[in-house]
Structure formats: C-alpha cells, structure tokens
C-alpha cells in the first residue's frame, strides 16, 4: 500500500540555520503531497502542498519541490527561526476514489535555539 | 464555527468503559475524517465520512469502534470496552469538497487524548 517514510528526528538547529527534512513516498497513482506542522499544544496545520509533479509548495519561508523521478518531497528553509520549533510531518492523498485520507510520516520534531 | 472544534480535549477511561468523542466540522464542510494518532506517531487514518454517508472506515481497529455523522454535520466516535491499547489523540478533520480531488486543504481539530487506565 501507499506510505510515506521522512526523516527521523528529534533535528536540533540553531537559530538562522538551514533546515531540511527528508520525505519520500511509495504510491501506486499520482498523489497530491503535503506538509503538515503541529506547533506544541497546537492542532495539525497545513504548511504547504504541491499536487504534481514538479510542483513547488510554498509558505512561510518553507519550500517542498514535488519530484515523481525520486518519489520525493523534502522540506527546506533558508534560515530557521526560534518560533519554526515544532513537529513536522510529510503526508500523502491519492488522487482515484472519493476518500481523501491522508497517509502520513511519523513526523519530524524541530528545536530551533536562540 | 471559525475551525473544527473536538470535545472533550482529554478524557481519563477505566478499562471496559465506553466513550464518545464529538467532532464538531467546519460548517458547510462535506468530508470528515477521524485518525487516531499514538505518542510519537503519525495519525493513522479511521475513518471517512462525505455528508451523513460513511464511505470507508476501513481504518477502524476493530468492532469495538464506531463512528456517526447522522445529519451530515457533527460527528461521533464511539469506542466500547475500552483497552490500554485505545490510548492516543483522536483527530478530527474536515474538507470542503466531496469531489474526486486530492488536494482539497483537511483542517485538523487540537483532537482529544483518550487515556484508558
């Protein structure tokens, strides 16, 4: 079945560092991919998404480059700040059928220090 | 409402008991989604609702656990008999459309952490 498989953390930076997290995916179709960022005591937020191939998704400074070659979708920042420490997770929708489930990773947590 | 809203946002069980989680979508949201997400995990998908139907709930773990939306709007998930095992944040999301699109943006309710002691 589909999965997605991202980089394991905890990833510790300091500020104005640059950051990236690791995202690949194994599916059958031609999925729309995602990023998804929980902030601490915050509900899952959609940071960006990209719904084909070589689609960029951007957002906040945060940028993720949909490549089908690589089955890849890794996120990157220029410069991470203090407020950017959060968990992230990389997830997946198929695009056939009428269920919209995602399928995510197991998440990557940020710490960003001053 | 301004965002999906879930209650309660904890909830002590002793094992065996029943409990209900309420998910309160975005208004006019058709799709609705329950996942269930372990410490350190990723969610893991429950189930599926477009409106009042239950499309796929492929994902329940087993018969202890069942899901309503019956006027298409809010939605409940019931989970009996409770078992260590049932400890997690249960997530709440909704979508927009009911199309065959996949990239319709899911908004994620803070969700409910269920603790079965």
């Known amino acids: 079945g589909d999965s997605v498989t991202q980089m394991e953390g905890p990833v510790t930076l300091s500020e104005e560092a640059f950051l990236t997290i690791n995202c690949t995916y194994t599916a059958t179709g031609y999925p729309s991919l995602f990023w998804y960022v929980q902030y601490p005591g915050e509900g899952l937020q959609l940071l960006l998404k990209a719904t084909k191939a070589d689609d960029k998704g951007s957002n906040k400074g945060f940028e993720a480059t949909y490549r089908k070659e690589t089955t890849s979708f890794h996120l990157e920042k220029g410069s991470v700040q203090v407020s950017d420490s959060a968990v992230y997770f990389c997830?997946?929708?198929?695009?056939?059928?009428?269920?919209?489930?995602?399928?995510w990773g197991l998440g990557t947590s940020l710490a960003v220090n001053p | 409402g301004a965002g999906v809203s879930q209650s309660p946002r904890y909830k002590v069980a002793k094992r065996g008991q029943d409990v209900a989680l309420r998910c309160d979508p975005i208004?006019?949201?058709?799709?609705l989604f329950w996942y269930q997400q372990a410490l350190g995990q990723g969610p893991e998908f429950l189930t599926y609702f477009q409106n009042e139907a239950q499309l796929d709930k492929s994902g329940l773990p087993s018969d202890r656990f069942f899901a309503e939306r019956p006027e298409g709007s809010v939605s409940t998930l019931k989970i009996q008999r409770t078992q260590q095992e049932d400890s997690a944040v249960y997530l709440c999301?909704?979508?927009?459309?009911?199309?065959?699109?996949?990239?319709?943006?899911?908004?994620f309710g803070q969700g409910t952490r269920l603790t079965v002691v």
């Open positions: 999301a909704s979508s927009l459309t009911a199309t065959g699109r996949g990239d319709t943006e899911a908004f």
């Open positions: 997830a997946l929708s198929e695009r056939a059928g009428n269920n919209r489930k995602l399928i």
């Open positions: 208004s006019g949201h058709v799709s």
